[in-house]
């Protein structure tokens, strides 16, 4: 995906005159991926906001509850595979729909239908980010979902790197992994080191 972003900015110039769409529709989200992402990729399936069942599957959180954010296999995201088998699920978040979009989230699913497509394991998060606050003038920039402290990205309630019944989708494990561990899975040690307690380790294989 990074070799990918720099032959698109190459082609369209910094990411931060690109065009993200409107915020929370599908065809933003397809529109997005067939011009930045689907031509420097090698793409296998290309299925747009189709929601057939040859064209989405379930993801489930880290607790094995179904992951329903945003009603994520609607048509307001966008779908494509590439040839060595990652699926790519893609959607534009900001304000109200038809609003400008702020953030591009894509799910990318390491293994595509494999098992066992769990957010944290083989599903990650990433996004491009409009900047805010005081980085408000900077540019745009490829980041992952998550908190500002690897403790933050374990106890968050809705999106944390965790097991629990009610909580722990997931999600802010891939900040985990890239941001405070240098593209490597934490060790146990690291997990508890940072706050987690034992059992809600994520990545028991």
Known sequence: MS???YLAVADHGPILTWDF???NTGSSAQNFAEKYIIPYTKTAKI???STSSDCIYDIYQLNGEKFDYGFFNNEDFARF???NGTAITLSV???MTGSNASQIQLFIDTNGWKKPNKLG???QVLMFNKPSGINKKSNYRFSFMGTGSPEGNISDNKFGCKHTTTHGSGVYCTSLITVYNGWKIPTKQQYVDWGGAPEE???NF
């Open 21 to 23: 769409g409107f915020a």
């Open 47 to 49: 299925c747009g906001t």
């Open 3 to 5: 070799n990918s972003l």
């Open 201 to 203: 380790y994520p990545w």
């Open 93 to 95: 978040v900001g304000g």
């Open 81 to 83: 595979y590439l040839v």
């Open 121 to 123: 394991v083989d599903v």
